[in-house]
């Protein structure tokens, strides 16, 4: 009895056996088919799906084109409003080198009753020619004891002894007209007691030519406009002539 258990135990113990075999085959066959469908997929798929540097790249460059488009662009925005600064500042130039300047004429304002008198010479533009001259009244004898009594509050007494002492070349001012006169100095007859080097000739004036008169008023405005008065000529209501008077 002992005997036969035995052997049958034998044989369930091999027939187990040889089950787990099988099983551990199945299994083992299972995995190696996994492994290989795992390296398949590994070798097959790299190939297909893009790689992240390529995906990298591709953005980049395409930042690089996006960029250099822009640059490009902006460059030639650039270069274009330069362009057209240039031509308009160009042809504001060129209007304004071909467009002439308008000579702008002093106002004459002489009064119809204009006289012959003394005067200072105010101002004088060699652009135009034209002299300023104001007018002042030289008065002695009664006139100047008048006007002494009337404007400077003396008594005609004191007016009277004032101007009987007055020495030669002394002389009341009056200058009670505000109005200027103007000259043509291009036109009038122009004597002058200094000559074109600035020095005085003598008392008496001497004739100078609008060319030399305005190159004396250029080296030597002094002589001209703050020396000595002059002596205003007119005719016909017209300035005709301006003498330089010599006065001590």
């Not at 492994?35 to 390529?54: D, I, W």
């Not at 057209?84 to 002093?106: F, G």
């Not at 533009?125 to 007018?135: H, L, N, R, V």
Request: proline share 5%.
């Amino acid at each position: 009895m002992y005997m036969n258990n035995q052997k049958r135990d034998t044989k369930l113990l091999r027939s187990r056996l040889g089950v787990s075999k099988q099983k551990l085959l199945l299994i083992s066959c299972g995995g190696v088919c996994l492994l290989a469908v795992g390296a398949l997929l590994l070798f097959l798929l790299p190939p297909l799906l893009p790689s992240s540097s390529a995906v990298s790249l591709s953005s980049e460059a395409s930042d690089s084109v996006k960029a250099e488009d822009a640059t490009e662009s902006s460059a030639d925005g650039t270069l274009d409003s330069q362009t057209e600064v240039s031509v308009t500042t160009t042809a504001a130039d060129s209007t304004s080198k071909n467009t002439p300047t308008p000579a702008t004429e002093p106002a004459v304002s002489n009064p119809d009753n204009m006289y012959s008198s003394y005067a200072n010479l105010i101002s004088f533009d060699p652009q135009t020619g034209y002299a300023e001259f104001d007018y002042f009244d030289m008065l002695r004898g009664e006139d100047a004891v008048k006007w002494l009594v009337e404007n400077e509050g003396y008594t005609e007494s004191d007016a009277q002894y004032e101007v009987d002492h007055f020495a030669d070349g002394e002389f009341v001012y009056k200058n009670s007209n505000p109005q200027l006169r103007t000259a043509d100095m291009k036109t009038v007859k122009i004597r002058m007691i200094y000559d074109l080097s600035g020095n005085m000739t003598g008392p008496d004036p001497s004739e100078m030519s609008y060319a030399d008169f305005c190159s004396l008023y250029q080296n030597h405005p002094d002589v001209v406009l703050h020396s000595f008065f002059y002596y205003v000529k007119v005719e016909g209501d017209t300035i005709t002539g301006v003498d330089q008077t010599y006065w001590s």
